[in-house]
Each structure stands twice: as C-alpha cells, then as structure tokens.
C-alpha cells in the first residue's frame, strides 16, 4: 500500500505499510513484538475483563519498553483526561500528562550507589499514581488527600508522540472515585455489553458473539486564522471566542467557501496532520471546507469509541502544535466567530458484535432487519426516559452558542429513524411484523448520457435533527460540541440504549413475545421519534406537547443531571454511584461559572483597554466639526454607561454582601442576566466599530481574521 503525501516537515513523499501506525502499540505492532500467546491472552483478558497476569504484564512492559525505545522515546506517561469542562478549550488542554525518563536503579547492584541504567518497570506501565489535587473533582476529594492513580485503558493502544510513550489512562481517586471523561466511557461500554449479549441470546441471535463493541467516527470542526492576530485578540486568548467584533461585507452569503478549495496554507497544514496522525494508528479520511470562510474540517475512518475518542484529542494536539509551526493558530470553540457557521463534533455512534453483526444496520435477512427494529426501539425507550440526560451530555458554555442556531440542531433531543421507518414503527404498533421494514435504496437518472445514475439511501438525511440514522449501520449525534471530548457523549449513548436493552430483556423474561414487547416500547416512546423540521418554531410547540424538555441553556439542562431517574440510571449501570453523579453535575457547573466569569472579566478589561480610549480617540477628530459626527457621541456616551452597568452587575451578584450565592445559582445569574449584558454592549460595539476610522479600532478585524492567512 502507498498514499502519497506532500513532503512537509518531517511528513515523507511516499508512506507505505512500514509508517502506517508505525507509532501506534495496535494488535499488528504487539503481534510483532510478542509471543502469540501472550497477545492472545491479552485480547482474551479485554473481553472477559480479566487482570493480565504478572508474568504477561512483564513480557508486555519490557516489548513496549524496546519498541518505544526503537522509536526514540525517552520518556512514558500516563495520559488521562481530566475533566475541565467545554468553553473553546485546545486539544492539549482536553488531556493531561506527566512525562517520566525511561531510566531507573540497577536494583541488582550491591553498590551503596546505585547504577543506573535505561528501564520501564512493568508496574509503571499499567498502573501509576499522580497529584490529583488541583484537577477538578466536583468534591470526590480533598487538598489533604491528594492521591490520584491512573491506571491503563487496555483497550486503547499506546503511542510515541514526540519522544514519549503516552498510555491512555483512566483517572480516579485514592477511594476509586472517577474524575475524568474515559472512564464512565469504559464502565458505559462494559453495561452495554452485559444487556446487548443478554438480549442476543433472549432473540437468539450471534449465538458466536463474546462482546458488543461501541464504535465512534468523529467529524472535527474548526477555524485556523493567522496566529498574529490570535495573539491581538484578548478575547480569543483567554475565551476561545470573540467578544466583539462586526461581521464583514462578505462571510458566508451564498456558502462560497463549502467545499471551496483548501488555502494553500491550510492544506499544507493539514497534509502535515494528515501524515502524522496516519502515522498513530488513526487514517484521516475526509477533509474539506466548512461553511464559514476560515472554518474546515477532518475525520477519521471509525474504531473502538474509547481509542477513537482518544484520537480527537490527538488530533486536536497535534493540529494546534503543527498549525502554530505554520504561524497559524486552530480555533476549537464551537462559536468563536458571532453570525457566522459554528462548529461541532458529530459522533457518529454505532454498536456491534465481535463477528461483525452491526445492530444499527437493516440488512437484507429477516434477521438482520428484525435486530435493527429491535434495537431503534431500545435506543428510543432510553432517548425517552432520559432525554434530559441527552441534553446533558453536550451541555456547557461554549455549545450555548451554537446549539438551536440554523447551524446546529436544537436543544430539543428527538431521534430521527429516518420518515421511511416512522411509518414502520406505526405499523409495527398497529400489528406489524418486525422484519417487514425493507429498505431499498432508489436508482435516480441524472438526466444526461455523460454521468452514472446515482444510488440514493433509502432514507434522506436530516441535519436538523439533533440525532440522526445516517445511512446504513450509524447515527449520528449532531449536537456534540467542538471542544469537548466526545467520550462523556457516547457514554451517555451507551447508557440509553443500555436501558431500553434492560427494559427489553425484562418483558421477554417475563414471557412477552418478542414482536409484542418491541411494539409495546415504540408505542410508550413515539413522542421522541421526529422525522421533520427541528429548526421550525412549531417543532417547539409540538415538543412541549410531547413531553419533551426545551433546556436550552446549560444551566437548565445540568440542573437534571443529578435528577432522580437519572442517578438511578448511573447507579444501575455502574456507570456513576451517586456521589460521582452529584460530582458530575457540579463539574459542569463549575466549568460553566468559571468560563462565564474569564470571559465577562475580558471583556471589561477590553473595553477599559481598548475599546473606550478608542471612542475617545475617533470623537476627538470632530471636534472642529461636529456635524460630521453623526450619532458618535450619543452611541459612545452609551457604550461608556453600559460597560459601566456590567461592572456594577457583576459586583452585586459576587455575593460580597449576605448569604454567598451557590454555584447553580451563580451559574443561573451569569447565563440569564450577565451574558445578555454582554451581548448589548457587543451590539454597541460592534455598530462603533462600524465607524470608526480605519486604523482606530484596536483590534483585528473579522475581515482580516478570516481572510488574511488566505493569501
């Protein structure tokens, strides 16, 4: 095999199998290093969950130890993932790590002083301990009990990156609590199993199958721009996001950059990623122009939801580290530029067996197309019961600014089967057998001798929908924000349709035919399957009518995270106990408060700074001509009392007097009454920055930040 790729440093012409995933400790590069009985045992010990034995534990450390080393590493880490919250943050700032050498005590020497010599102790390997005191913990701990162990995701694969070998880790405290985003990811993984093998065996179905696989492709949105003016920008440095700033004549009337051909320097930028990532174990297989000028995206070819997920973060890293070599700066905030397209992550979420029966697929055997029916059923029963808990997976500052935008789907989580199968699902309540469901897929004629016909899915695809079936085996989760880590929202996946498993094997335990339970679940949940417009305002009354929750702000979705039902699901699961439920929403909380707080903090300081000397500055050159100044005076007089206003209103609710308000309360105030005080100031701004004298205004403008690096 050969892919060719522009040279580019460091990147190679040519890359064969001898640099595919060269750097990437996968199944291949273990069969190569270890006996086949130890990676045997080692695949085994995945599905049944049990510990690799000491000695195994041995052979593994000391052949990743020689294989890292023939690739140059010098240093390992345990690389975990702490829980820091959404709000435009960058790759490197969604994972953490501490880098040890590869060096260690001759521990067979007799010397008082101790040799010593290049090492990997095996036990570094797969469990390791670490301050976990400054890391956010929602209350599972304390400063004087700082201990925190991380301990290795056997099922995500090690990597050399820039001359250490990372170990994808799971991070919990002293007690075992979780305070981080992969492990409730792995415990989601391991529930789904349990039910998913259960139900197999109740239809009897893959009677072959040992282990139900939860796959994750991810689409990775985001913005490059020059990195000078990234540097220029406050707002952008310590919010992700603009704060200001007036649209440009031209941004993306006519979507004249969707699929427009990459910038030069952007295109380079990625054949760099592109190589390195190939190079890790994790194909890139689409890039193109997003809507928005500036605004692009990548994906990769799907895996395993935990490595895969692992790999966002990767490629988030690695395209802030290549992009700031090119002197350009990666934008992952999900709205950093206001008016124009905003970016997510879509998860494209799909289950299946260990001999290849994907559940989300029809198929064309009676078998094939009963299981997929079965499944929909499940996963709506859980979208239903726990559609809140959907809304929470995805919920923090930054999506805020996306999510109900004609750019994104709505706050409202229904789930979109296709209209095709809609029907089906009322006739399978009226009486109809499971299997009846046949999707075709339609030859359509272009209208011209020179080009093919085309082959169209038998269903259409639905971006407003904030959770679609996308073509055969997938669906997709829309709603997924650009800078988070999207293994929290595929663990919630997981976790509902877990529980529409559950349900399921309760009615054919207790002796319910199968057509009639499935039947019975799609009736009880209807209210969450919509197949039409989610961005239209009847689809907001209807939802209501449904029974389904509008939170459209993150404070109004996390205050259900630790609701009832839903702790009771975590619990059930053993995804959350209660107190990592109750930690959970008050990381979100926190984060929430926390990003809010940076950015009005910003933008004061910007318009102290910046912005009112400014004014100053543009009225005093009319002095000796006042009738050219048109409204100036009157609209800069305003913008000095609103920014003023802000002060005020952000020290009255600091709680400085009286009772010191709560996190959800603090969280409640900045979202309903701060930020659309920020948002009028902004407004203001952005009409001053409309007449002002070029040259004036103090920071760069949109215009220059889109386009400039184009050229």
Not at 63 to 78: D, I, P, Q, V, Y
Not at 271 to 281: D, F, Q
Not at 544 to 553: A, F, I, M, S, V
Request: charged share 25%; with cysteine; aromatic share 8%.
């Amino acid at each position: 095999m050969q892919m060719d790729f522009t040279s580019k440093k460091g990147a190679p012409d040519v890359i064969d199998e001898t640099y595919v995933s060269s750097a990437c400790f996968n199944d291949a590069t273990m069969a190569k290093w270890l006996p086949s009985d130890v990676c045997e045992r080692f695949k085994d010990d995945l599905i049944t969950g049990n510990a690799t034995s000491p000695k195994d534990q041995e052979a593994i450390a000391q052949a990743m130890f020689e294989w890292a080393r023939s690739l140059g590493a010098t240093h390992f880490a345990h690389w975990f993932f702490p829980c820091r919250g959404g709000g435009g943050a960058t790759g490197g700032q969604c994972s953490a790590l501490k880098m040890d050498t590869f060096i260690d005590y001759d521990w067979n020497s007799k010397s008082t002083n101790k040799p010593f010599q290049a090492a990997f102790p095996t036990k570094r390997l797969f469990c390791g301990e670490t301050d976990g005191s400054s890391f956010p913990n929602g209350g599972l701990r304390q400063t004087h009990s700082a201990a925190a162990f991380t301990t290795w995701d056997r099922s995500s694969p090690p990597l050399v990156v820039n001359g250490t070998l990372r170990v994808p880790s799971c991070f919990l405290t002293h007690l075992g609590n979780c305070i981080d985003e992969k492990t409730p990811l792995l415990r989601s993984v391991d529930a789904m199993n349990r039910e998913a093998l259960r139900l197999l065996k109740n239809l009897g179905m893959c009677k072959d199958a040992r282990t139900v696989h939860s796959y994750l492709g991810w689409e990775q949105e985001f913005f490059i721009i020059s990195s000078s003016m990234f540097k220029e920008r406050p707002d952008l440095i310590n919010c992700g996001r603009t704060l200001l700033g007036r649209l440009p004549p031209k941004h993306q009337q006519g979507d004249l950059q969707y699929f427009a051909p990459v910038p030069f320097r952007v295109e380079e930028l990625l054949k760099t990623v592109e190589s390195r990532m190939l190079k890790l174990g994790c194909p890139m297989n689409v890039k193109h122009n997003e809507v928005a000028p500036g605004q692009h995206e990548m994906s990769p070819i799907y895996t395993a939801a935990s490595h895969s997920a692992d790999s966002n973060i990767l490629f988030m890293e690695l395209l802030g580290e290549e992009a700031a070599k090119a002197g350009l700066q990666a934008l992952f905030h999900e709205k950093p530029f206001a008016g124009i397209n905003g970016s997510g992550k879509h998860a494209n979420w799909s289950l299946g067996t260990d001999t290849g029966e994907n559940l989300f697929d029809a198929g064309k055997t009676d078998e094939s197309k009963t299981l997929f029916v079965t499944s929909v059923a499940c996963l709506a029963y859980g979208m239903y019961k726990h559609n809140d808990l959907v809304r929470c997976a995805m919920a923090h500052a930054g999506n805020d600014h996306r999510l109900g935008g004609q750019e994104a789907p709505p706050a409202i989580v229904s789930l979109f089967p296709g209209s095709g199968f809609e029907s089906h699902i009322d006739r399978v309540i009226e009486g109809a057998q499971l299997a009846d469901f046949n999707p075709q897929k339609e030859e359509k004629a272009t209208g011209c001798r020179a080009s093919a016909s085309i082959q169209a899915e038998a269903e259409d695809r639905n971006r407003t929908a904030p959770f679609p079936h996308c073509g055969g085996n997938r669906f997709e989760f829309r709603a997924v924000g650009s800078s988070q880590n999207c293994a929290y929202p595929v663990a919630i996946c997981n976790m509902v349709i877990t529980a529409g498993f559950r349900h399921l094997n309760s009615l054919l335990d207790g002796g319910m035919k199968l057509r009639d339970a499935v039947a019975q679940m799609y009736k009880e949940n209807r209210n969450v399957v919509f197949t039409g417009n989610g961005y239209s305002a009847e689809w907001r009354k209807m939802a209501e009518h449904r029974g389904l929750p509008n939170l459209n702000t993150t404070p109004k979705a996390i205050a259900q995270l630790n609701s009832k039902v839903n702790k009771e699901l975590f619990k059930s699961t053993k995804v959350f106990s209660p107190e990592e439920t109750d930690s959970k929403a008050e990381l979100q909380f926190e984060a929430y408060v926390a990003i809010m707080n940076v950015e009005v903090e910003t933008l004061i300081e910007m318009m102290d700074q910046g912005i009112i000397p400014a004014c100053a500055k543009d009225l005093l050159k009319y002095k000796d001509c006042q009738n050219l100044a048109g409204e100036r005076a009157t609209l800069y007089d305003n913008i000095m009392m609103e920014s003023e206003k802000l002060k005020r209103m952000v020290e009255e609710g600091s709680g400085s007097e009286g009772r010191q308000p709560s996190i959800p309360e603090q969280a409640t105030r900045l979202c309903d009454v701060i930020k659309p005080q920020m948002k009028f100031i902004r407004d203001l701004v952005d009409k001053a920055e409309g007449l002002m004298e070029k040259g004036i205004y103090p920071y760069p403008s949109y215009e220059s930040m889109l386009y400039s690096h184009h050229f």
